[in-house]
C-alpha cells in the first residue's frame, strides 16, 4: 500500500432518516445504563460497519467492564487499514504500534495468550508479543528488552492450550464471539480497502470518552492530530486544541539546564539512563505544544476569531518554553555520548534510545536536529507577537486584559523589557476604588447580566485594572533600575492598599538602593510610614505601616557592618519599635506575635553573635525579657474560685477582658521564643521570666468561665476559644521539660500535657492546632491509635491530605497501623488521580473561555506540584511496603462479630514468600505502568538519580506547626522522604525480578548445570542490573554500620546468590555445579554476618525499641524473609533442599542464615513485649490535671499499644514459626 492509493470515504449512515432511526435506540439504551441492549443493537449488520455506531459500541464495552474489547474495536476503528495522505502506514505495520504506542502497550497489558490467538484469527492487525513481569518492568526503566526470539503465536498457542494457565479463558471465550461477529464481514475487503483518518466531530468525541476514563489522553491527541492533518471543520479543531493542552497537563515539570551530566563522572552512564525518561517526557511535552499551535493556527485562519489568534500565540510561546528545554537535554546527550569511546552495551542501548526517540539514525545528527529547533525558536516568540499584536490593535479599543496579557508576554519572552513598560504605561485601566469613592467610576467595566454574559462571550470580557498595571509597571521598573518609578508606583498601590505587605515590600527595594543612597532612601521609607499613620482615620489600626517601621528597624541591623557602638544603637532601636508595635497591637490582634516573631529571632542572632559562650544572654534580650514579664504580669486576671460558675458580663467588660488575655498569651509566647533561642539557658529563663504552668492553667481555667465559646448545637459557627493558646503553651512548655530528662522519668510532663490537651479539646473541639499539638504529644508516648483517632476527627479531605497527611503517615508505620497507613495513601493517590482529571477539565474550559494564564496555571499546578508530589511518592512506597502486612480484622466492611481470628503475612496483597507471588508479581508490573498506581514506584526508583530530590514538589504545609514554639516536632526532610521511598521501589522492583527468575530456573541433571535459555539470561540479567543500579543509590541513603545497612546487605547477597544458582558463569569451562554451589555458600556466609550485625545493633538500642520493631517489619523484614523463601524453592530445585542441610553446603549455609534470621525475628519479638509493657505511674494529686486525666490518657496509651501488638506480634510469630523449619533436626 502507498500513498498513491485511492482512500474509501469512511463507513456511515446513507442519510439523516436512517441515521436517526438506527442511532436514536441505541442512544436512548446508552442513556438508561441498558449496555446489555446497546451491544445488542450496535451488532447488528449493515450499522455495526458505521463509525458513529462502532464508536457507541466502544462506549458500551467499555462500560460494561470489557475493557480490552472496547479498545480493540477503537484500534480498529481508529488504526487498521487507516492511512494519512502522503503517508505510507496501512495501519498494519510496525509503524503503527509506534505512532499508537499507548493504545497498543494499553492492549497489550490486558490481553491473555487466548485473546492474541483471537487476534490473530479475527485479524484486527495487531502484532501483540505478551511481556512477563520482567520485560514490562525494564521497558518502562528504558533499561534493555530482550523479546524471545520464538514465534509470538506459536508461545501463545501453548499457552492457551495448557491448563490453569489463564485466568480468565472462560471470560475471554465469549468475548471472542462478539469480536468475530464484529469484524468477520469485513475481512474480505481489509486486505484492498483503506480509509482516511476519522473526522467526524461526534466520532471523535465519543470514542474520547473511554479514551480519558482509561487515561489515555496521548491516543485521544494522536486521534485529534490526524483529524487535524486531513482536514477538519472549525469545531473539531477547537476540541483538538483542548486536546492537546491537556495532554500537556500529564507532562512533569522538568528543569533541565544541559550541565546536569558531565561525561568524566563515574555515574555518567547511570545518570544518562536515568535521562532517558525526562528526554521522553520533553519530548511528548514539545510534541503537544507543537499540535496545539498548528491546530490553533489552523483554526484562526478558518474563523479570523480573536481567541484563536490568542491561543496561536500563547501556544507559540509555550512551544518555544518547550524546545528550549529539548534543546538542552539533547544538546547534553550529544555531548556527553560523543565523549564516549567503545562499544559498551549500555552506551550502544542509550544511543538506540535516543535516536529511536528522537527518530534519528544516528547520535551525531542531533546537532543539525538542535540547529533547526534553534530556528524555530527564533521564529515563534515573533509570530506570537505578531498575532497579539492584532489583538491589542482593535478598532473598537475593547481589548482585554487577557489581550494585554498575551502581548505583554511575547515581548518579554524576547527581553523586550523597555518595550512593555511603554505599553502598560498605555494601557487604560478600571480605577481603583477606595472606600467612600465615587461608584460612578465604575462605568467604565463591562456590563455582566449573568453566567451566560461570559458564556457567550468569545475570548476574555474583563479589562485591565489599575491595580495590575502599576503592580507590573513597579516590578518591571525594578528589574530595569528605575526606582524613582517603582517608588511611585507603589506609593500609589499603598494608598489605596495600606495594608498590603508586599507592596511596603515593593517600597524598601525601591527606595533603598545603591543608586538612591541607602540611608537617604531608609528615610523616606520611615517618612511615608509614618505619614499613612498619620492620616490613619479607620475604625481598626492599620498594622502595615505599623509593622513596616519595625522592618525598616530590622533592615539597619542585618546591614550593621560598623563599629561595636553603632550596632548596639541599631539592636537598641528594634528592640524599641519591636516594644511599640508589641504595646499597640498585642491587646488587639491574636496575629501580634506571628508579626514580631521574625524579627524577634534577627534580634536574638544579631544581639549573640557566633562565638559567645552561650552562657549569658545579652542586654537586649534582657531588657526584652523585663518588658514581657510585666506584660503578662499586669493582664493576669484569673481567679482562684474554682466553683465559680459562668460570669455574665457586659459587652465592654468582655471586650477589655478578652483583650487582657491577648496581651497575656503574647507576652508568654514572646518569652517563649527568647528562651527557645538561647538553646542551653531556655529552662533557666523560663522559670525566670515566664509564669509557673500552674498559674497559665489557672487563667485558662477562668478564660472558660467568663468568655464562654459559641456552641454549634446553638446555631453558632465552629469557632475557637480564646484562651486555647494557654493550653498550647502549656504542653509546649511540659514537652519542653520532658526533652532534658531521662526516658524514664519524662513520661509525666507527656502525660500531663496530653491530659491538658484532651480537656483543651472538650472545651474546643473545633480547633486544630489543639488537635495536631495532641497527636504530637501521644506519638512521643507511642500510642498511635489515639493519634489516628484525632487526625481523623480534623476531617482532613482533597487537597489539604496532600499538604497535612505528613502529620500522622510515618507515625502509622511506626505504630504497626500498616492497614490503617495503606488506607490513608490509598486516598491520598486517588486524589491525585481525580485531580489530574479535575484540573484538565477546568484548564481547558479557561482555555475555551480566554482565560489563557488561568489555564496555564492550573496546567502548571498539575503539572509541577502534583504530579512530583512528595507526598504522592512517598504513599506509593507505604502501599508497596505494607500490602503483605494488611489485616483484614481493619475493614471497614467487616463487622465486630466478622473477626477473623489468624492474621497471616501476604492474606490479601503483597509478595511473602508463597505460591501466589508469581500471580501477584505480574499484576504488580502491569499495574506499574499507570502514574497514580503504587506500584509505578518502581520505574520512579529505577529512573531516577541521587540528584533528583529536588525533582520531588515538596506541598507539605508547614505552617500549620506555627504554635510550636518552644518544642518542635521533628519531621521527615524532603531527601528522607525521597531516599526512603526509591529504596522501596528499588526493593519491590529486585523481589518481582527474582521471583521471576526463580520461576523460569531449570533443574539441573545428571549432577551437571542445567542449560541456559534466552528466557532465564535474560531474568538473571535484568536482576543484576537493577541489583547494581539499587545498590549505588542506596549506598548514600543508608547510614554506616545501621541496622538498615546490614538489613540490605543480606537482602542483596541473596539476590546475588540466586543468580549466581541459575546462571553462575553460563557457557564456560569453569561453570560447575559445585561451582555455583560454592559462590552461594560464600554469599550467604557473609549475610549470616550481616544479620548476626544488625541484631546486636539492634539489642544495643535500650528498652524503647518498640517503634523500631514496627518501622522494621515492613522495611526489611518481610522483604528478606520473602527472598529466603524464594532462595528455598530455588534450593529445592537444585536438589538442595532443607532435609540435605547436613549433607549438601548450600542447604546447610542457607540454614544457617535462616536461623540467625529467625533469631532476630525472635529479639524483635521480645522487644515488642517490653514495649507494651511499660506503665506509668499515677500520683494522687498534680499541679496542672486531675487524677481522672492522667487516667484517661494512660488508657488510651495502653489500648493503642494494645493494638500495636495485635497487629505486629502475628506476623513476626508466623515466621518465627515457619523459619524453624530450616532447623536441624535432633
Not at 563515574?266 to 544518562?272: G, N, P, Q, V
Not at 528522537?358 to 521564529?379: D, F, P, R, T, Y
Request: proline share 3%; charged share 25%; net charge negative.
Amino acid at each position: 500500500m502507498t500513498s498513491t492509493n485511492p482512500l474509501a470515504p469512511r463507513p456511515g449512515p446513507p442519510n439523516e432518516q436512517t441515521s436517526a432511526r438506527v442511532l436514536h435506540p441505541i442512544y436512548q439504551a446508552l442513556d438508561t445504563h441498558n449496555y446489555t441492549k446497546a451491544l445488542k443493537l450496535t451488532s447488528a449488520a449493515p450499522q455495526n460497519e458505521w463509525d458513529i455506531v462502532r464508536a457507541l459500541r466502544v462506549h458500551a464495552l467499555g462500560r460494561s467492564g470489557k475493557r480490552r474489547e472496547a479498545l480493540v474495536l477503537l484500534w480498529e476503528v481508529v488504526v487498521k487499514n487507516v492511512v494519512l495522505p502522503g503517508s505510507e502506514d496501512d495501519g498494519l505495520t510496525k509503524k503503527s504500534e509506534e505512532v499508537w504506542s499507548e493504545l497498543y502497550e494499553k492492549i497489550a497489558s490486558i490481553s491473555d495468550a487466548n485473546d492474541l490467538l483471537n487476534d490473530s484469527s479475527n485479524n484486527i492487525g495487531l502484532h501483540i508479543q505478551q511481556l512477563d513481569a520482567v520485560q514490562r518492568l525494564d521497558t518502562h526503566a528504558f533499561a534493555p528488552v530482550v523479546i524471545s526470539s520464538s514465534n509470538a503465536e506459536s508461545t501463545a498457542k501453548a499457552t492457551a492450550t495448557s491448563s490453569g494457565k489463564s485466568t480468565s479463558a472462560k471470560s475471554k471465550g465469549k468475548a471472542s464471539k462478539s469480536k468475530g461477529s464484529t469484524t468477520s464481514k469485513g475481512k474480505a475487503t481489509s486486505k484492498n480497502v483503506f480509509f482516511p483518518p476519522v473526522t467526524d466531530e461526534t466520532v471523535l468525541n465519543t470514542l474520547a470518552v473511554t479514551l480519558r476514563l482509561e487515561g489515555m489522553l496521548d491516543t485521544v491527541s494522536e486521534m485529534f492530530f490526524q483529524a487535524m492533518e486531513s482536514g477538519s471543520d472549525e469545531h473539531v479543531l477547537e476540541e483538538a486544541v483542548c486536546v492537546h493542552f491537556q495532554a500537556a497537563c500529564d507532562c512533569t515539570e522538568l528543569k533541565i539546564t544541559g550541565d546536569e551530566i558531565n561525561a568524566s563522572d563515574e555515574d555518567a552512564l547511570l545518570k544518562l539512563q536515568s535521562h532517558l525518561p525526562k528526554l521522553q517526557t520533553i519530548l511528548n511535552l514539545t510534541k503537544y505544544y507543537e499540535r496545539m499551535q498548528s491546530s490553533s493556527l489552523q483554526l484562526a485562519k478558518i474563523s479570523s476569531e480573536s481567541l484563536h489568534f490568542q491561543w496561536t500565540a500563547v501556544s507559540s510561546l509555550w512551544y518555544s518554553e518547550g524546545l528550549q528545554q529539548l534543546v538542552a537535554i539533547l544538546e547534553m546527550f550529544r555531548a556527553v555520548l560523543g565523549s564516549m569511546e567503545g562499544s559498551n552495551e549500555e552506551v550502544k542501548h542509550i544511543k538506540e534510545s535516543v535516536t529511536s526517540m528522537v527518530g534519528i539514525q544516528e547520535v551525531n545528527e542531533l546537532s543539525s536536529k538542535c540547529q533547526k529547533m534553534k530556528q524555530k525558536l527564533a521564529l515563534l516568540p515573533r509570530l506570537a507577537e505578531s498575532l497579539s499584536t492584532r489583538m491589542v490593535s482593535k478598532p473598537d479599543g475593547n481589548v482585554s486584559e487577557n489581550d494585554w496579557d498575551v502581548y505583554l508576554e511575547t515581548l518579554l519572552v524576547q527581553g523586550k523589557k523597555d518595550e512593555a513598560l511603554k505599553v502598560l504605561e498605555a494601557i487604560e485601566c478600571t480605577p481603583m476604588l477606595m472606600d467612600g469613592a465615587d461608584k460612578s467610576l465604575t462605568g467604565v467595566l463591562p456590563l455582566i447580566d449573568d453566567e451566560n454574559t461570559i458564556e457567550t462571550h468569545v475570548g476574555s470580557i474583563l479589562p485591565y485594572t489599575q491595580r495590575k498595571k502599576l503592580e507590573r509597571i513597579a516590578s518591571l521598573s525594578l528589574e530595569l533600575s528605575r526606582y524613582e518609578q517603582a517608588e511611585e508606583c507603589y506609593r500609589e498601590l499603598l494608598g489605596c492598599f495600606p495594608d498590603q505587605w508586599t507592596y511596603w515590600l515593593g517600597l524598601v527595594d525601591a527606595c533603598i538602593t545603591q543608586e538612591q543612597g541607602i540611608e537617604e532612601g531608609w528615610n523616606k521609607c520611615r517618612s511615608y510610614a509614618e505619614e499613612v499613620i498619620a492620616n490613619d482615620t479607620q475604625k481598626h489600626s492599620l498594622r502595615g505601616p505599623h509593622l513596616f517601621l519595625v522592618e525598616l528597624a530590622s533592615l539597619k541591623v542585618k546591614r550593621s557592618n560598623g563599629p561595636s557602638e553603632e550596632i548596639e544603637q541599631n539592636l537598641a532601636y528594634l528592640r524599641g519599635e519591636i516594644c511599640k508595635y508589641s504595646e499597640k497591637f498585642a491587646p488587639l490582634a491574636s496575629c501580634c506575635f506571628a508579626d514580631i516573631r521574625p524579627y524577634l529571632c534577627i534580634l536574638s542572632k544579631a544581639s549573640c553573635p557566633e562565638g559567645d559562650s552561650g552562657n549569658l544572654i545579652s542586654n537586649d534580650l534582657k531588657l526584652l525579657l523585663e518588658w514581657a514579664k510585666v506584660m503578662w504580669s499586669d493582664n493576669f486576671q484569673a481567679f482562684d474560685d474554682s466553683s465559680q460558675s459562668e460570669v455574665e458580663l457586659s459587652h465592654d467588660e468582655a471586650r477589655e477582658r478578652r483583650a487582657k488575655l491577648r496581651a497575656y498569651i503574647f507576652a508568654i509566647q514572646f518569652v517563649y521564643c527568647l528562651a527557645a533561642e538561647c538553646e542551653q539557658l531556655t529552662l533557666q529563663l523560663l522559670e525566670e521570666y515566664a509564669p509557673a504552668n500552674k498559674e497559665i492553667a489557672l487563667e485558662w481555667r477562668s478564660s472558660l468561665t467568663y468568655l464562654p465559646g459559641v456552641a454549634p448545637k446553638d446555631g453558632g459557627q465552629k469557632e475557637v476559644l480564646p484562651g486555647d493558646e494557654l493550653v498550647l503553651l502549656m504542653s509546649q512548655n511540659l514537652q519542653k521539660t520532658a526533652s532534658t530528662k531521662a526516658s524514664d522519668s519524662s513520661a509525666m510532663p507527656l502525660l500531663e500535657a496530653a491530659a491538658l490537651l484532651e480537656e483543651a479539646m472538650d472545651h474546643s473541639p473545633y480547633n486544630p492546632h489543639l488537635k495536631i499539638a495532641s497527636m504530637g504529644v501521644y506519638l512521643q508516648l507511642g500510642a498511635s491509635h489515639r493519634a489516628l483517632s484525632i487526625y481523623q476527627e480534623m476531617g482532613v479531605k482533597q487537597i489539604q491530605m496532600d499538604s497535612c497527611a505528613y502529620l500522622i503517615l510515618p507515625s502509622l508505620i511506626t505504630g504497626g497501623l500498616y492497614t490503617s497507613a495503606v488506607r490513608l495513601s490509598s486516598s491520598i493517590l486517588r486524589l491525585h488521580s481525580s485531580t489530574s482529571k479535575d484540573i484538565k477539565d477546568f484548564a481547558s474550559k479557561a482555555l475555551q473561555n480566554g482565560y489563557l494564564f488561568k489555564a496555564r496555571e492550573m496546567s502548571t499546578f498539575q503539572r509541577a506540584k502534583m504530579r512530583p508530589s512528595l507526598q504522592l511518592l512517598y504513599s506509593k512506597g507505604v502501599v508497596m511496603d505494607c500490602a503483605s502486612l494488611l489485616n483484614a480484622n481493619d475493614f471497614e466492611e467487616i463487622s465486630s462479630g466478622e473477626q477473623i481470628s489468624s492474621v497471616k503475612l501476604g492474606t490479601e496483597k503483597g509478595l511473602c514468600g508463597g505460591d501466589e507471588d508469581i500471580v501477584r508479581s505480574e499484576q504488580i508490573a502491569i499495574d506499574s505502568s499507570s502514574y497514580f498506581n503504587a506500584p509505578c514506584v518502581i520505574h520512579e526508583a529505577a529512573n531516577a538519580t541521587s540528584d533528583d530530590v529536588c525533582v520531588y514538589s515538596d506541598n507539605r504545609d508547614m505552617d500549620i506547626n506555627s504554635f510550636e514554639i518552644l518544642h518542635r516536632k521533628q519531621h521527615l526532610t524532603q531527601t528522607e522522604m525521597v531516599t526512603d521511598s526509591l529504596l522501596k521501589g528499588h526493593t519491590h522492583g529486585l523481589l518481582v525480578r527474582a521471583l521471576m527468575a526463580v520461576e523460569a530456573a531449570k533443574a539441573p541433571k545428571k549432577g551437571k548445570v542445567p542449560k541456559s535459555t534466552e528466557e532465564i539470561a535474560y531474568r538473571c540479567q535484568s536482576l543484576t542490573r537493577a541489583l547494581a543500579k539499587a545498590t549505588h543509590c542506596s549506598l548514600g541513603s543508608l547510614d554506616a554500620d545501621s541496622i538498615d545497612e546490614s538489613m540490605w546487605k543480606v537482602f542483596s547477597s541473596l539476590c546475588d546468590v540466586i543468580g549466581v544458582v541459575i546462571i553462575g558463569d553460563a557457557g564456560t569451562e569453569s561453570d560447575t555445579l559445585l561451582g555455583r554451589e560454592n559462590a552461594a555458600v560464600r554469599l550467604l556466609e557473609a549475610a549470616v554476618l550481616s544479620v548476626n550485625k544488625a541484631q546486636t545493633s539492634f539489642n544495643s538500642g535500650g528498652d524503647a525499641r518498640g517503634a523500631l520493631v514496627c518501622q522494621l517489619l515492613p522495611n526489611c523484614i518481610v522483604p528478606i524473609y520473602t527472598m529466603i523463601e524464594t532462595t528455598a524453592r530455588l534450593f529445592s530445585l537444585f536438589g538442595w533442599g532443607k532435609r540435605k542441610r547436613l549433607t549438601k553446603a548450600a542447604a546447610g549455609a542457607l540454614a544457617s542464615l535462616a536461623l540467625s534470621f529467625r533469631s532476630l525475628v525472635s529479639d524483635l519479638l521480645q522487644a515488642m513485649t517490653t514495649h507494651r509493657r511499660v506503665e506509668y505511674g499515677v500520683s494522687n494529686e498534680t499541679s496542672l490535671v486531675g487524677e481522672d486525666g492522667i487516667n484517661r490518657v494512660a488508657n488510651e496509651i495502653n489500648q493503642s499499644r494494645e493494638m500495636t501488638k495485635d497487629r505486629v506480634d502475628p506476623f513476626l510469630d508466623q515466621m518465627r514459626i515457619d523459619l524453624t523449619s530450616y532447623e536441624e533436626e535432633e
